[in-house]
């Protein structure tokens, strides 16, 4: 086993985890502005059902919020991405 991954070492999966933090963070940061422009953005739909321009600003967030969770299925788990790195080896 190389010196750089040892998967028995604590510190060295805890570093791991926090790099991954770190390099997720924008995209947990993205998603989550999405869900509450989205949010707000459906309330004003249902105070004025015929602005079209609401309707058009609704079915955009929902497509972004839809290409993010396929292109990080984490988000939509229901399970801490962290989890990965304690299970054992797929196989």
């Known amino acids: ?3 750089d991954i040892d998967l028995r070492d604590p510190d060295w999966l805890l570093r791991r985890i926090h790099k991954f933090r770190q390099e997720v963070q ?3 940061r993205e998603y989550l502005e999405l ?3 989205l949010r707000d ?3 004003d739909l249902r ?9 058009v600003r609704v079915h955009y967030l929902k497509g972004r919020m839809e290409d993010l969770e396929k292109r990080h299925p ?3 788990s229901r399970k801490a991405p962290e989890i990965a790195f304690w299970a054992p080896p797929a196989g």
Do not use: I, N
């Not at 105070?47 to 309707?55: F, H, K, N, S, V």
């Open 47 to 55: 105070a004025d059902p015929e602005d079209g321009e609401m309707r």
């Open 74 to 76: 984490w988000l939509v």
């Open 35 to 37: 869900r509450t422009h």
């Open 41 to 43: 953005a459906e309330a």
């Open 1 to 3: 086993m190389s010196s």
């Open 26 to 28: 924008h995209v947990e």
